[in-house]
């Protein structure tokens, strides 16, 4: 009986182990993040956490633009060495709306239809 425990508690240990970290990397673009690159980041540490080195401007500058090989479709604007946003290139990556680029404005508000009114609320409160 200890042993069936045992094991079960191992499975189930990475099963939310596994889980865990398959949505941790998953590539949905966010206003915080894009999968394991995190806004807000040294350039630094992002080509650390993916284990490669961005291509194309390297942030020496002050504003510049880079990729990852590991993830196409999208480039990162990095402002004075920080990783500050993204830019999408490609109709396969969603955000978190799941709103992807190419879906049309009358999909947009079919599925979010106070869009119009919150997108207007916002622009006052600036």
């Known amino acids: 009986m ?5 094991i079960a508690t191992i499975i189930i240990t990475f099963l939310l182990t596994t889980t865990a970290s398959f949505a941790a990397n998953r590539l949905v673009l966010s206003d915080k993040s894009y999968g394991l690159v995190t806004f807000g980041s040294e350039l630094k ?32 604007m990095v402002e004075n060495g920080i990783v500050t946003r993204a830019d999408v290139r490609s109709p396969q990556i969603e955000n978190v709306l799941k709103i992807k680029l190419g879906t049309s404005l009358a999909e947009v ?18």
């Open 109 to 126: 508000k079919r599925r979010y239809p106070d869009v119009g009114q919150l997108a207007l609320h916002e622009a006052l409160r600036l």
């Open 45 to 76: 540490q992002i080509e650390e956490k993916l284990g490669e080195k961005a291509t194309g401007d390297t942030g020496d500058k002050g504003c510049d633009d880079v990729n990852f090989r590991s993830i196409p479709g999208i480039s990162f």
């Open 2 to 6: 200890r042993m069936q425990s045992f």
